[in-house]
């Protein structure tokens, strides 16, 4: 498997209106929307993949992420890897995802390690290890994108600052003008970072505090995956909420 060791994630309407801050010029909504949907009908997704876009609302997400064809992305903490192949997809030939599994979830699951080698093998994929406390990736990337694991950071298994050293790696490893983007199981506003333990959630304030504080400007939101049915207390994992779970979308831009 190539690796690059430690020496070396709404309706268009609804996006236009919640996450468009600070975009001027390039394709209208509508258009990207239209594009990315085109762009995810291909391979590598699976038929399993496509069965969860209503859901997961995949369009609109990579849409809100600003992945487009030839852009350089970092899918940071891919999990199963659904969207490691949508932006394999939305990037085409042309373009090359850095799917990143921290050391310690392969450790973890063996499953992990499996969804890595599986990222690997895409022809414009290369799949990443580090220890999570010490990404290392390559430098100029577009977009760095984590869907449902950010608040992972802030487990009880990790060192503490473990959010502030990923931050200041994506701010490194982003090009000026590019996009961090961020989307997360959504805890009570207020909520300490307890809750990424006990929840699996986070506060979306505490995400902004963060980032910014990492050096990025916050440049889109979007609550087109939030459900109000989700009274944002329970375990993600509770069958009564898993799946329906209401999640921010926050897109972060690198100054310059």
């Given amino acids: 498997m190539r690796k690059i060791t430690l020496m070396v994630a709404c309706a268009a309407l609804a996006l236009s209106a919640c996450g468009s801050m600070g975009w001027t010029g390039g394709p209208s909504e509508a258009d990207r929307l239209a594009e990315v949907r085109a762009a995810l009908a291909e391979p590598p997704r699976t038929d399993e993949d496509r069965a969860r876009d209503a859901v997961r609302m995949t369009a609109e997400t990579v849409a809100f992420a600003r992945v487009g064809p030839g852009d350089r992305v970092i899918d940071l903490m891919i999990g199963g890897g659904f969207f490691t192949r949508a932006f394999s997809a939305a990037v085409g030939p042309d373009g090359q995802v850095i799917a990143w599994q921290p050391d310690e979830f392969v450790a973890f ?123 944002m207390t329970a375990n993600v994992f509770e069958p009564s909420i898993r799946g329906q779970t209401s999640q921010f979308m926050l897109r972060f831009r690198k100054p310059g």
């Fill in 109 to 231: 699951s063996a499953d992990y390690g499996a969804a890595l080698a599986a990222a690997d093998a895409l022809p414009n994929v290369t799949g990443v290890g580090s220890a999570i406390g010490a990404p290392q990736w390559p430098t100029g990337v577009d977009v760095i994108f984590t869907a449902q694991n950010y608040h992972d950071l802030h487990l009880d298994a990790f060192p503490e600052g473990t959010a502030a050293r990923v931050n200041a790696a994506a701010f490194e490893a982003l090009r000026p003008g590019g996009y961090y983007v961020i989307i997360d199981h959504a805890a009570v506003a207020g909520a300490d970072a307890s809750v990424a333990d006990s929840l699996h959630r986070i506060d979306r304030d505490r995400v902004v505090r963060e980032v910014t504080a990492a050096g990025f400007v916050l440049d889109g939101r979007s609550d087109a995956l939030m459900r109000a049915a989700d009274p």
